[in-house]
């Protein structure tokens, strides 16, 4: 058997009413004083310091469990078994860290396992409700809007620090928070001493958009000339590029009013932003940046739809031309399909123009989608920037520079060769260090919003489906 105690208990000179903590599975008992409120399963013991009968008598009528400890050593006997003895420091596991219960609690001993279970039993995760009613909206902002889910995710945060009964979360939450609105606030001092620069900002996003308008004119201007080489059909390369150009003078219009009305507010708006925190400020920007690049998204939308239109008749087509026809009415089954001569021909002819169209369409979609998806991975590499800054382990950080007790590591047994005898081994109770790390994987259990796999991104853009 071993027996788990501290020392106070094992060196205090009277006999004590305590609770004998025990999982009945490895043989290993945690003694407890009687005062301590631990849930787990327990039974009452009686520790006798000395060699005389009364403790056993009081045992034997009350039922309770008699532990001997022979001339204040540290031969320990429980009804009279031999007992190896674990020695804890003082409140070992009133002070025990939080990251052991959470990370290594397999590690533990199961008695200490199930004490723990019940006396910190405030490292337990409430059941809190943080979500909040989506309607349409709220599910549209979130979806598109970088501001909104910068709210949201500090609604997420104040929730986690308020209803958290998980302490080192608890207190890493409001790290984030007051970290996020420290940054903000040294932002806005910024802001204020240069307020005079949205004009200079103005005039220079709109030199910066003409640049890029003249850029994209001189793409499609290259795409009506044999690109790299490549013969396209000219009428359907005309129509487009008189499209896309008709789409450039209105996006012009709508840039100059949008510059010219909104910056001046937009610099007013993220001064006033910078006190609720960064995070809300960089959230702002990034939807300006999605608005001012709203025509780089229509042309993206146009082309993808085109060539997954196309590439969807082609599929079909060809199944037709094979003698297959995809059935919707058993689940998209592949059923057979026999045409006649002229049904035939109509779905041969069909393919043949389509499969010529396919380049000339190809390259308009090939030269949009490589615009707007370095535009798209632009304003992701600013979400994940304002996410690290919604999340600064501040808290963190001072933990593990200062070696609090409370985030100690896995936690190991040595034998105590001092305090051992022939017919006791005793052991030392202690913890590894926690590493950085681990430490705010613990603290921090929000899932990123800004995810993005690039498999599905790249298999997106190859079916030509709409990628945001």
Known sequence: MILYIEREILLDTKCQDLYLCNNELNNEYLLISSSNKCLCKKQQAILCKYDHDLCQNRCLIEHNLLIKQKNQSNHILINDNPTNVVLLDKNELENNS?????????????????????????????????????????????????????????????QQARHN????????????????????????????????????ISNEILIQTENLTTWIKSIIEWLLHAPAGLKLNQPLVDFLARFYFYHIYLWSGYLEALVITVVPYLYQILFILCFFGISLAIGA???????????????????????????????ILFRLFCGKKQNPLRNNRLDSHLCDIDQLFIVTLSFTILLFLLPSIFMYYAVFTSIWTVTMLTVKLIQYINQFLLQIPIYEFYLWVTGSRIIRGTPRLAINYADSTEDTVCFNFYFDSVSFITLYRVCNIRLSSYSLSFTKLFLAI???????
């Open 462 to 468: 190859l079916k030509g489906q709409s990628i945001v």
């Open 285 to 315: 920007i990034c939807d300006f940046i999605r608005i001012l690049t709203i025509h780089l998204y229509c042309f993206y939308i146009y082309a993808a739809r085109l060539f997954n239109w196309q590439i969807r008749l082609l599929i």
């Open 165 to 200: 009964s998980f302490q080192l979360r608890r207190h890493a939450n409001i790290g984030y928070l007051l970290a996020n609105i420290f940054i903000g606030i040294l932002c806005s001092f910024i802001f204020f001493r240069n307020f005079d620069l949205y004009q200079l």
């Open 98 to 158: 939080e990251i052991v219960y959470i990370c290594h609690k397999n590690n533990l001993p199961q008695p200490i396992f199930e004490h723990l279970e019940n006396q910190l039993n405030y490292t337990n995760n409430s059941s809190t409700n943080l979500s909040i009613s989506h309607t349409f909206i709220i599910d549209f902002l979130l979806k598109y809007s970088v501001l909104a889910q910068s709210v949201y995710g500090i609604y997420l945060t104040l």
